[in-house]
């Protein structure tokens, strides 16, 4: 079982930016691939930005060129920078852990992005 703990989330005005983390522990062996997707109220789950082990990255259209998701395999633990942050960036952002091929079967508690106009 892997346990996964966000953090880094607030309130920031429109262009501006933050930093998500997102620390993982327990079985962290079986999580090849690990992203951030977020929820928008009303809305469900997207797929923000994943990184494979070998750092591969994929991005969602609506953030590539402004978030960077990075990972640090020896601390068991992956970032995601937002910069230029739009108000439809807001949401409830969520860590997820898998062993591949787009299956997740780990997820944090969540972490609330608010942009501001």
């Known amino acids: 079982q892997v346990r996964l703990v966000e953090s880094g989330g607030g309130v920031v005005q429109a262009g501006g930016s933050l930093r998500l983390s997102c620390a993982a522990s327990g079985r962290t062996s079986s999580s090849s691939d690990m992203g951030w997707f977020r929820q928008a109220p009303g809305k469900g789950r997207d797929m923000v930005a994943t990184?494979?082990?070998?750092?591969?990255?994929d991005y969602d259209g609506s953030v590539e060129g402004r978030f960077t998701i990075s990972r640090d395999n020896a601390k068991n633990k992956i970032d995601l920078q937002m910069n230029s942050l739009k108000p439809e960036d807001t949401a409830v952002y969520y860590c997820?852990?898998?062993?591949?091929?787009?299956?997740?079967?780990?997820w944090g508690q969540g972490i609330q992005v608010t942009v501001s106009s």
């Open positions: 990184i494979s082990w070998s750092g591969a990255t």
């Open positions: 997820a852990a898998g062993p591949g091929g787009n299956y997740w079967n780990a």
